[in-house]
T-cell receptor, first 112, second 114 residues
Framework: GQQLNQSPQSMFIQEGEDVSMNCTSS?????WLWYKQDPGEGPVLLIALYKAGELTSNGRLTAQFGITRKDSFLNISASIPSDVGIYFC????????????FGGGTRLMVKP | DSGVTQTPKHLITATGQRVTLRCSPRSGDLSVYWYQQSLDQGLQFLIQ???????AKGNILERFSAQQFPDLHSELNLSSLELGDSALYFC?????????????FGDGTRLSIL
């Protein structure tokens, strides 16, 4: 099946630092979604991207839809302890109809 | 709060048994999706319904089935349970189920098979 490669798998950073993570695929995506999952809860949508090259912000979060349509990036600025969680990229590959494929997640840990 | 409600929150049962997981989508959403999240497989799409009809199928085992009712709630039935079925099962919903629509997730049902 389609695969999304997310990196890094985990990050342990100091509060206040900026964070970058990315997602790549061998397939073209028409939409990129970034979700965050807290322990014991379902994934929560952070940002949705719909056009190649699009750059969208949500507070301290900024995500970009790669020009090749095969990658996306998520940046978090000035991290805080509540940013802790697992961040997933997801999207429907071009030829997969409505199915969402998820990346393996980036586990973020923030040291106060 | 995503507006998607899943029950029960936890379920503990034995191998060979059958369980039903329930999902109520967000108000106004017509499409429901089911996902399985396990430690080794991550989030895997199982099946999608739109307005009562099956729309897309992913990696769903034959022992699993689902349906969406006229009031738009959905149920996922898991039968002949095996130890490997232990996982978190998430339901998500979107407005019309279109390819580019974000999906909103419930908090999941944690299924433990003993």
């Amino acid at each position: 099946g389609q695969q999304l490669n997310q990196s890094p798998q985990s990050m342990f950073i100091q509060e206040g630092e900026d964070v970058s993570m990315n997602c790549t695929s061998s397939s073209i995506f028409n939409t990129w979604l970034w979700y965050k999952q807290d322990p014991g809860e379902g994934p929560v949508l952070l940002i949705a991207l719909y056009k190649a090259g699009e750059l969208t912000s949500n507070g301290r979060l900024t995500a970009q839809f790669g020009i090749t349509r095969k990658d996306s990036f998520l940046n978090i600025s000035a991290s805080i302890p509540s940013d802790v969680g697992i961040y997933f990229c997801a999207g429907p590959p071009d030829n997969a109809g409505n199915m969402l494929t998820f990346g393996g997640g980036t586990r973020l840990m923030v040291k106060p | 709060d995503s507006g998607v409600t899943q029950t029960p929150k936890h379920l503990i049962t034995a191998t060979g048994q059958r369980v039903t997981l329930r999902c109520s989508p967000r108000s106004g959403d017509l499409s429901v999706y089911w996902y399985q999240q396990s430690l080794d497989q991550g989030l895997q799409f199982l099946i999608q319904y739109y307005n009562g009809e099956e729309r897309a199928k992913g990696n769903i085992l034959e022992r699993f089935s689902a349906q969406q009712f006229p009031d738009l709630h959905s149920e996922l039935n898991l039968s002949s349970l095996e130890l490997g079925d232990s996982a978190l099962y998430f339901c998500a919903s979107s407005v019309t189920g279109g390819m580019n629509q974000p999906q909103h997730f419930g908090d999941g049902t944690r299924l433990s098979i003993l």
